[in-house]
């Protein structure tokens, strides 16, 4: 499968964005899709994850803020964000594995996803 981001941008403070995220290829059967971020001089971390049935997990920082979703019908990836801060600066990444286990933000460490997408930049300024 190929992962098409697309709709970052720069943002004020307070301001809302949506990242979406196309499954190209073979998109059936996916176990996990989530959205990363990597800040520059830090680690890439998991913001949201979503399993097969659609059940979502979010991490502290953006709960509340941020919802991720999916359309299968389109084959596609979403992630609103709302109420952003200058801390979600960062490269944002659609990321997808085939592999069971649980689809949790802290269960599902970077090293499980073997599909990503080439990220989308999101600035936000104070």
């Known amino acids: 499968v190929q992962l098409v981001e697309s709709g970052g941008g720069s943002v004020q403070s307070g301001g809302s964005l949506r990242l979406s995220c196309a499954a190209l290829?073979?998109?059936?059967?996916?176990?996990?899709m989530g959205w990363f971020r990597q800040a520059p001089g830090k680690e890439r971390e998991g913001v949201a994850i979503i399993d097969y049935d659609g059940t979502p997990s979010y991490a502290d920082s953006v709960k509340g803020r941020f919802t991720i979703s999916q359309d299968n019908a389109k084959n596609t990836l979403y992630l609103q964000m709302n109420s952003l801060k200058p801390e979600d600066t960062a490269m944002y990444y659609c990321?997808?594995?085939?592999?069971?286990?649980?689809?949790?933000?802290?269960?599902?460490?970077?090293?499980?996803?073997?599909?990503w997408g080439q990220g989308t930049r999101l600035t936000v300024s104070s």
């Open positions: 290829g073979y998109p059936q059967s996916i176990y996990c």
């Open positions: 990321a997808a594995t085939y592999t069971r286990g649980l689809c949790t933000v802290v269960a599902a460490s970077t090293s499980r996803f073997g599909y």
